[in-house]
């Protein structure tokens, strides 16, 4: 009998890999997507003022400390400098699972018994489907004050009522009116989850009254019911409204009588524009979307009609920063801004329409004013920012104040020209204004010329123009012209091909017999073409007309009445050819570049780079001593400056004159191909009585490493089972490999490989992990087994990266 005798076998694991262009980069952690939401809120922040003593952080129960006020510089940089501060940002939330709040100061109250109009940026993140869940801007009287809080985050975006608890309206923020901008489609069928049930689109803008019950309508059974929310002058957008932007907002407040009042607010009608970006310093102005809505001020239960504002916010598992910056904060400066544009020659205005129309000669009076009407706080150093037509005027005078500043250009005092001599306007209805004299230039057709709106920038608020349009009358001369008349690039080596039109200000066909003369570099003799009657014309160039550098052609028209065009000139700028040998190939790292280049400048440089817009890396400089002559170039690639993975690399050659050649693209991996394993596979069990595929005693992992491979393929040989005390190897016992233990043995080959898997490479590690009963087993034949004796074969793995064509 042997019932006692054990089988002891043990396997030798090595793991056979082929490293290609390996490199180490240690980088640092990277931002949380929550601080590059933030971040992109920051750096895109637009023009605003500044607040001083405005806001409060809201201190109700639950919320966070996220909601701040974040002065700024003009680039856009957090600053505690008082004297770099340009502009405030109110950050409601910035991380998932938050619930703030920052409401008005005492001096900072909003009056229903009164107009009021406000104009902000918000900034709803940039999470797209992953936000959640957005903010609200609230006026409320509840007896909280400050403290007003809704009793749970998520849906009730901190103000509206909580279905979740038993008190849905007292959870909500009593005695107010609210405007939510929600991110987040709260659409199932469960409390805490419904109130946007049934809504279309994927993002919204509603209003309504948190705590009143008409704002919520509960639905479902006795047991299990709950509420969905009743949105008033809902605007829907099918995206989401948590895209990176900032968005402008602009409410308008009218007191009707004692009991009514209404609230106008229109959204995205303005394009957001920053301090730093000095080559658009007056923002486009559109349409925007639009709701008016009935405000019951019964509903504040106020007294003397002051109440508190502020926003809202809340996240949860989704987030998104909440962002708010104002450009005029209601009752705290009341201030307007207009453009006129006069015309003195016929003494009116131009109407507001567009429809003016004004002709060669007509003297022209561009006035931007500002007024300021009254408020909390004087309009503190206003200064304009005002931009003009940028053609069809000759300029003549620039006044400020009714001031000869004594400049002509609008560009020297277009940029932030101030208007109270750099103080404040204090005084109600007090005004500053900038004036442009210039004269409409004689042109050949009718104009479409627009003054766009402009600004008044000062640090408690901003004012904005209206932009003005008209129509400038062409005056028609007789006149020949050339027109699509452009620089020509070609390749050396190539003829080149001058083209154009030639138009009379008339209009019509020419009459046959126009001719055109092109002459290359100053010579005698200009090559002579026929015109066409419908003025277009194509001269081909000799290429041996070209010198090394620039050269230049001359082009002048003449029609068959003898007018001729002015000398037109333009140039034929000489390309360098580079041809590379494995162009539009992929390649492995390390790599050396074979190509060739043919030119006829004094030197050249090649240089590849990633991308349309990586930074150029300089392969190699040469001069050129045979010019006209293809010449061979090898260049080892410097794997060093490339991080491990796949780029698509374009090669170029750029010559003296600075001209570019063709471009050749290739695709070179760096990366890592490896393996790695447990170092060795057990087996321990009886010898069995018949001839059997036993299990390993313990589960076994394979890590791979793939980054270097387009396409990959792991395999396995095995060799013998070796007999220790001896070395004689078994003849029917054999290492094999199975999936799964439902499927077939494969015994291993000791010399070719069997491929167990195959894949594309990726980044992050690739882990293969076999139970005890699959992946590498044995195929045991009890006759030929020795008891108590060790046996041992080794196992390669080897990891191949698959060509790529």
């Known amino acids: 009998m042997m019932i006692n005798n054990k089988l002891k076998i043990t396997m030798l694991a090595f793991g056979m890999f082929f490293l290609v262009g390996a490199s180490s980069v240690k980088a640092a952690p990277a931002p949380t997507e929550e601080e590059k939401d933030y971040t992109q809120g920051l750096g895109t922040a637009p023009r605003a003022i500044t607040m001083d003593n405005l806001f409060q952080r809201g201190t109700g129960a639950g919320v966070t400390t996220s909601s701040d006020m974040v002065n700024m510089d003009m680039w856009n940089q957090p600053t505690t400098n008082p004297s770099n501060v340009v502009k405030t940002l109110v950050r409601i939330t910035n991380d998932k699972n938050q619930k703030a709040a920052v409401w008005s100061t005492d001096d900072n109250s909003f009056d229903i018994n009164k107009d009021g109009k406000a104009s902000m940026w918000v900034y709803l993140g940039n999470r797209g489907n992953v936000a959640g869940d957005g903010m609200a801007l609230v006026f409320q009287n509840d007896s909280k004050g400050n403290a007003a809080i809704s009793g749970n985050a998520g849906e009730t975006l901190g103000v509206w009522g909580d279905d979740i608890s038993s008190n849905l309206l007292g959870s909500a923020i009593q005695n107010s009116w609210a405007l939510e901008f929600d991110t987040y489609m709260n659409g199932a069928t469960n409390s805490g989850g419904a109130f946007d049930l049934n809504l279309p689109g994927r993002s919204h803008i509603a209003s309504g009254y948190p705590a009143d019950k008409n704002t919520y309508t509960k639905r479902g059974g006795i047991i299990s019911s709950y509420y969905t929310q009743n949105h008033v002058g809902l605007i829907t957008y099918n995206d989401s409204l948590s895209n990176g932007l900032w968005h402008h907002l602009t409410i308008d407040y009218k007191t009707i009588d004692a009991k009514t009042g209404s609230m106008t607010y229109t959204f995205d009608d303005k394009e957001a524009v920053s301090e730093h970006n000095s080559s658009k310093f007056t923002p486009a102005e559109y349409e925007g979307q639009t709701k008016e809505v009935s405000i019951d001020k019964t509903k504040f239960k106020s007294t003397g009609g002051k109440i508190r504002w502020g926003f809202t916010g809340s996240t949860g598992a989704n987030s998104e920063s909440n962002l708010v910056m104002f450009e005029q904060v209601p009752g705290l400066v009341d201030a307007k801004a207009t453009q006129t544009v006069t015309n003195l020659t016929q003494g009116k205005d131009l109407p507001s329409d567009g429809t003016g129309v004004v002709n060669a000669g007509d003297k022209l009076k561009f006035t931007s004013k500002a007024t300021y009407l009254g408020g909390k706080q004087a309009w503190k150093e206003p200064a304009a920012y005002a931009k003009y037509p940028s053609k069809n005027i000759d300029w003549t005078g620039i006044f400020l104040n009714g001031t000869d500043t004594g400049l002509t250009d609008p560009a020297d005092a277009v940029v932030g020209a101030s208007i109270a001599g750099g103080g404040d306007l204090s005084t109600p209805n007090s005004t500053g204004e900038i004036t442009y004299f210039g004269t409409v230039k004689s042109i050949a057709e009718d104009s479409k010329d627009t003054s766009p709106a402009g600004q008044f920038i000062g640090s408690n608020a901003i004012a904005n123009t209206n932009a003005v349009s008209y129509t400038v009358k062409g005056q028609p001369k007789i006149l020949l012209t050339i027109d699509n008349l452009k620089d020509i690039d070609v390749n050396y080596g190539l003829d080149a091909t001058v083209s154009g039109t030639v138009k009379s200000s008339l209009g019509g066909l020419l009459a046959k017999g126009s001719k055109v003369d092109v002459t290359v570099n100053n010579e005698t003799t200009p090559i002579k073409a026929d015109v066409g009657t419908d003025g277009k014309f194509s001269v081909t160039v000799p290429k041996d007309k070209y010198k090394a550098g620039e050269n230049t052609v001359t082009v002048q028209a003449t029609d068959a009445a003898g007018i001729q065009t002015v000398k037109y000139t333009n140039k034929i700028n000489i390309h360098p050819v580079l041809t590379l040998n494995d162009n539009n190939g992929t390649v492995i790292a390390p790599y050396t570049f074979n190509f060739q280049v043919v030119d ?74 490896s393996i790695s394993s447990d170092d060795s596979i057990n087996f321990e069990n009886q010898i069995p009585a018949k001839t059997s595929v036993l299990s390993r005693t313990a589960d076994y992992t394979l890590k791979l490493e793939t980054s270097a491979a387009k396409n990959w393929t792991l395999s396995v040989t095995a060799g013998a089972l070796t007999a220790k005390s001896d070395n004689s190897t078994l003849q029917h016992s054999t290492v094999g490999f199975r999936d799964t233990k439902d499927k077939s043995f494969t015994p291993l080959s000791p010399t070719i490989g069997t491929t167990i898997d195959s894949g594309t490479g990726q980044a992050a590690t690739i882990t293969k992990k076999w139970a005890t009963d699959a992946g590498i087993v044995l195929n045991v034949v009890p006759s030929e087994i020795k008891a108590d004796e060790v046996y041992t074969s080794q196992i390669n793995w080897t990891l191949t990266n698959t060509p790529v064509n």
């Open 600 to 673: 006829n400048s004094a030197d050249i440089t090649t240089y590849y780079k990633e991308g349309a817009s990586g930074t150029p890396v300089q392969l190699e400089k040469y001069a050129n001593t045979k010019p006209g002559s293809t010449q061979d170039h090898k260049v080892d690639l410097d794997t060093s400056k490339l991080s491990i993975g796949t780029h698509v690399l374009t090669v170029y050659s750029v010559d003296t004159e600075g001209n570019t050649s063709n471009n050749q693209t290739i695709t070179v991996i760096v990366g890592l191909l």
